[in-house]
């Protein structure tokens, strides 16, 4: 049952693939100026290409641009140091990349297919929407930008390893977005996305069809490609390709204990709290802030910590002595209390008191909003829970007797419900089918 779905999901459009043109389609192509692209659109039927020939030399101005777009990227990547993409060998009539326009229906608006594999890495095509007609795109150059840079980044990671996990292939798909153009809307509107749930690891998407978690992710590329330069993720598929661990891979080419902890600062100076720092995302105000656990004069919780993830929490404060209490030893977390300025801005840290069990006075601070984090920044293999306490008096977070809690599973996190990786498309049990046995990788409409 499954075999024989994936042999019609892997099938070109032209061939009756999950995503294919009608019998009553009329279907051609155009090549690109440099030959690196061959674009399949019909001009009659159910997936007739987008409308317009400004030129007036008979190839639709839709289809056209796809191709201009397609070359754009494959140079950009080339150029960055990325691999140049596996042929297919004249599959589609010529050694270009073939893209496919067809109607999504509204449920997607595109995916990369890898097709012929040594091993993991593959060759491939990509099918996009025919005309972006409902969709949620500022216009129609915008959407072919998003669609050609996103899937091609598919087709890199393909040439490889074509298997890795969707935390990676969505997010650093989105991040390379804003590579080929920074001014992209849906990386931003991602980024957003990650911070409504930061609690949950980075490496743990919920469970079902790609969620919008897997492409939040792109925050995360974005910071460490800002710190460490763009040749960082060139470096980082090398390391796919020669099948190390994804995780192992990431914090042996950063510092995590510094570098995700940062991450968490960062992501808190965004929305109505950014501006009162130098360093930071030049997006930052277009964002967040992110979601806070719980908002009040005192803070007293027992909280999971999971592994790769940020707690967030507001302290509104009268003024006074703040002590800080910890039940227990958490040595995996890493605790900061941010301060700001009269308009609500953060400005600075104000403390990161030590992650040992006891109170400590954070001395006499003025009255104002404050923002406090619990950082996980470690790759532990389980959660830490600590009851923690902030206020004038934490004496109730005193240390008490081991209870013998380790933590559950790492990552486990709140989930959310299964679907796509946006807020208006809803999930295609096919789509289930088609990323577990294949791996294709499937586009969901972001706005």
Known sequence: MILAFAQLALARPTEGGLYRFDDTDVVTYVDSANGLARVYYSTEGPNVVKEGDEDGNGVPDFAELVGAYTEDVLATYVDAGFRPLVSDEGRGGSDAMDVYLVDFGGDADGAYSPETCDGDICSGFFTMEN??????????????????????????????????????????????????????????????????????????????????????????????????????????????????????????????????????????????????????????????????????????????????????????????????????????????????????????????PESVAGIVDLGDLPAGDYYFLGVNPTLAENSTKVRFCLGADATACAPAEDTGDTGDTAGAGTDEPGGCACGTAGADPSGVLLAGALAVLVRRKSR
């Not at 510094?258 to 929305?271: H, I, K, P």
């Not at 009162?276 to 027992?302: H, N, R, V, W």
């Open 131 to 352: 005309d972006f007609q409902g969709y949620g795109y500022s216009n129609v150059e915008s959407a072919v930008s998003t669609l050609t840079s996103h899937e091609l980044f598919h087709a890199e990671q393909a040439a490889y390893n074509s298997g890795e996990e969707s935390w990676y292939a969505e997010g650093t798909a989105v991040w390379a977005e804003r590579f080929f153009d920074p001014t992209s809307e849906d990386f931003v509107w991602f980024c957003g996305a990650y911070l409504e749930d930061t609690g949950r690891s980075l490496n743990v998407p919920p469970t079902g069809p790609v969620p919008t978690f897997a492409y939040a992710t792109a925050i995360w590329w974005e910071f460490v490609t800002l710190r460490y330069g763009d040749d960082w993720m060139v470096d980082y598929l090398d390391a796919t390709a020669a099948g190390d661990d994804l995780v192992e891979a990431l914090d042996a080419r950063v510092d995590l204990s510094t570098d995700f902890v940062d991450f968490a600062a960062w992501n808190l100076r965004t929305g109505r709290l950014a501006g009162g720092m130098d360093e930071g995302y030049d997006f930052a105000a277009e964002i967040g802030p992110p979601t806070f656990e719980d908002s009040a004069s005192a803070l007293d919780d027992d909280q999971r910590f999971y592994p790769l993830a940020t707690t967030y929490y507001k302290l509104k404060w009268d003024g006074g002595d703040v002590q800080f209490g910890l039940e227990a030893d958490a040595p995996d977390l890493v605790f900061q209390l941010w301060g700001t300025d009269a308009e609500g801005v953060v400005t600075g840290l104000v403390a990161e």
